[in-house]
């Protein structure tokens, strides 16, 4: 019985796997903050592209 409380105690306090939950957050923020980047970006190159299309 002792032993079963020992690994349940252990694994409680292990915070291993919190610290990877962190990484994968953080890389998805970045990872949404470069989509919208990019995304906002093309819009705009798109359009000055139509623009000087248009104007030739």
Do not use: C, H, P, W
Not at 30 to 53: M, Y
């Amino acid at each position: 019985m002792t032993q079963i409380i020992a690994g349940a105690k252990r694994f409680l306090k292990d915070d291993g796997g919190v610290t990877a939950i962190e990484y994968g957050l953080i890389a998805a923020l970045i990872a949404l903050a470069i989509i919208a980047g990019v995304t906002t970006i093309g819009s705009n190159l798109s359009k000055v592209f139509s623009d000087l299309a248009a104007s030739t």
